[in-house]
C-alpha cells in the first residue's frame, strides 16, 4: 500500500521586480504622479526575485509539517503553490486525495451572510455535498463556541468570532491534506488548546498536515517533520527539533558580541557592563555570566553538565539587603526555572554591607531539556522587586546521553524540562 500523501520535486519560482513599491500612501503617489509627468522614475530596483529555488521533499499520510523561516524567505509561496493558487516556474506537486488550503482564514465567507449560510458555502466551495455539511454543521457550530450567533451575518462577528468559524469549518470537512498558514493562534488560549488537539486528531486519523508558522515551540509541539527555508531554499529538512534548533541557532548565535548604547557587552555565554549597571542606586552590575561547570566560559553546554551562572556586582550603601535572582525561560516566555538567593535562611541578610560581592548558582545536570533559552536576571531589595531582565543572555544546551540513558529520543524535544523518569515494566502473561 502506498503512503505517500504528498511528493514535491524540485518547485522553483521566479518573480519580475517592477521597481514600484507594492504599499504606498498618498504622497508616494503623487510622487509618482509627477515623476511620470516629466518622464522621469528615477533609478529603481528591477531585475528578478527567485521566490523559492529547487523545493524538494515527501510527506507521508498522517505527516504533520512544520514550515519555518524568515519573514520573506518563501514559505506563503510554497504554500500557494501546493494549493494550487500560484503557478511554478518549474517542478511537481503530486498528491494523493482532496486537499483543503486554509492561506488566510475567512477567504470565501461573505460578510453579509449569516454564519450558517456560509458554512454551506463554504462547505460547497470544497466539493462537499450539502447532506455531509447538514452532518457536521452542529459539531462545527459547536467547536466554533458561537451558539445562537450563528445564525447572525458575520459582518457583526467580532474578529475572534470570525476565525473561530473559520478554523472550524475547514478542519471539520473531509480532507486528505490541510494546508495552514500561520493560522494556528486563533481565538483564545482555550481555543488555541481545542485547534491544537483537533490538528493533531486530524494527523492521527491519516489526514496530513502542513503548517507554516513563527512558534518554534508550537512545531515542536505538533509535528513530526520540519522544514527550514532560507532565501528560497531548503536549508535543512528533518525532525523538529533538529531542525528548529538548527534554525534558532542561526538567527540568535550567528553574531559575536553585541555592544549595545549602554555599554553593555552582550557574547555567547558573558554579559559585562564596561561603565557598570547601575540598578537603584542600590547596586552596581559588573559581570552576568553561565557556564558548565568545571569547563572554561567558551565550552558548550550540554545536559549532562551542571549550570553555573556568575553575578558579580558592587552594593553601594550599608542599609538594605539585596537578593538575587535567576530565570530560565523559553524563547517565547515560557517559564522554566527560577530560584533566588531570597529563598535559603542561610543568604538572610548576606548581600547588605557595602562592598564587591561574586555570586554563584548552579542548576543540577539533567533537570533542562536540550534547546536554547533566554537566562535572565532578577534583584529585589526587601522582597520587593527592583530589577529583571529575563533575556540577558540566550542559553544553548546540547543534548548528550546521561548515565543508564541512551538515544536520541531521551531527551525529547516536546517538553522543556527532562530529569531522568523512573520507569518500571513488567511482563504478566
Not at 559575536?256 to 552582550?266: C, P, T, V
Not at 534583584?379 to 540513558?405: C, F, H, M, T, W
Request: charged share 25%; glycine share 10%.
Amino acid at each position: 500500500m502506498n503512503k505517500t500523501a504528498m511528493e514535491v520535486l524540485g518547485l522553483s519560482k521566479t518573480y519580475k521586480r517592477t521597481g514600484l513599491p507594492v504599499y504606498r500612501n498618498l504622497r508616494e503617489d503623487i510622487r509618482l504622479w509627477w515623476k511620470r509627468l516629466k518622464g522621469v522614475f528615477g533609478r529603481q530596483q528591477t531585475g528578478t526575485f527567485h521566490a523559492l529555488q529547487n523545493i524538494r521533499f515527501s510527506l507521508e499520510k498522517g505527516d504533520v509539517l512544520g514550515v519555518i523561516g524568515r519573514n520573506g524567505a518563501g514559505k506563503s509561496t510554497l504554500l500557494k503553490i501546493l494549493a494550487g493558487i500560484v503557478k511554478p516556474d518549474s517542478g511537481t506537486v503530486t498528491y494523493q486525495g482532496r486537499l483543503v488550503s486554509i492561506l488566510e482564514l475567512g477567504v470565501g465567507f461573505h460578510p453579509d451572510l449569516t454564519g450558517r449560510e456560509n458554512v454551506f458555502l463554504n462547505g460547497m466551495l470544497l466539493g462537499i455535498p450539502r447532506k455531509n455539511i447538514e452532518q457536521r454543521f452542529d459539531e462545527i457550530v459547536s467547536f466554533s463556541e458561537l451558539g445562537g450567533a450563528i445564525e447572525e451575518p458575520v459582518k457583526h462577528y467580532s474578529s475572534g468570532m470570525y476565525l473561530r468559524l473559520a478554523f472550524s469549518v475547514f478542519t471539520h470537512f473531509e480532507a486528505d491534506i490541510l494546508l495552514l498558514d500561520e493560522v494556528m493562534a486563533v481565538g483564545d488560549l482555550a481555543f488555541r488548546q481545542k485547534s491544537h488537539r483537533q490538528i493533531s486528531t486530524l494527523a492521527n486519523t491519516g489526514t496530513t498536515i502542513i503548517i507554516v508558522s513563527h512558534d518554534p515551540e508550537q512545531i515542536k509541539g505538533l509535528c513530526n517533520k520540519c522544514l527550514w527555508i532560507e532565501s528560497g531554499e531548503v536549508a535543512a529538512f528533518g525532525t523538529p527539533s533538529e531542525v528548529v534548533d538548527a534554525y534558532i541557532e542561526k538567527c540568535f548565535f550567528k553574531e559575536g558580541g553585541i555592544l549595545q548604547e549602554s555599554d553593555m557587552l552582550m557574547e555567547r555565554h558573558q554579559t559585562t557592563w564596561g561603565k557598570g549597571l547601575r540598578i537603584m542606586d542600590e547596586i552596581v552590575m559588573l559581570r552576568f555570566s553561565c557556564k558548565a561547570a568545571d569547563k572554561t566560559i567558551d565550552a558548550e553546554i550540554t545536559t549532562s553538565d551542571d549550570i553555573e551562572i556568575v553575578m558579580e556586582f558592587q552594593k553601594l550603601h550599608d542599609d538594605h539587603a539585596i537578593d538575587l535572582g535567576i530565570s530560565i525561560l523559553s524563547l517565547y516566555g515560557a517559564w522554566v526555572l527560577a530560584d533566588s538567593s531570597g529563598m535559603y535562611t542561610k543568604f538572610d541578610g548576606v548581600v547588605r554591607r557595602s562592598g564587591t560581592y561574586i555570586a554563584r548558582c548552579i542548576v543540577p545536570a539533567g533537570r533542562i531539556n536540550f534547546g536554547i533559552y533566554q537566562l535572565g536576571l532578577l534583584i529585589s531589595r526587601e522582597e520587593a522587586l527592583i530589577y529583571q531582565d529575563q533575556a540577558l543572555l540566550n542559553l544553548k544546551i546540547r543534548y548528550e546521553d546521561a548515565p543508564g540513558v541512551k538515544g536520541h529520543l531521551a531527551g525529547h524535544a516536546g517538553s522543556l524540562v527532562k530529569p531522568p523518569g523512573i520507569w518500571d515494566i513488567q511482563y504478566l502473561t
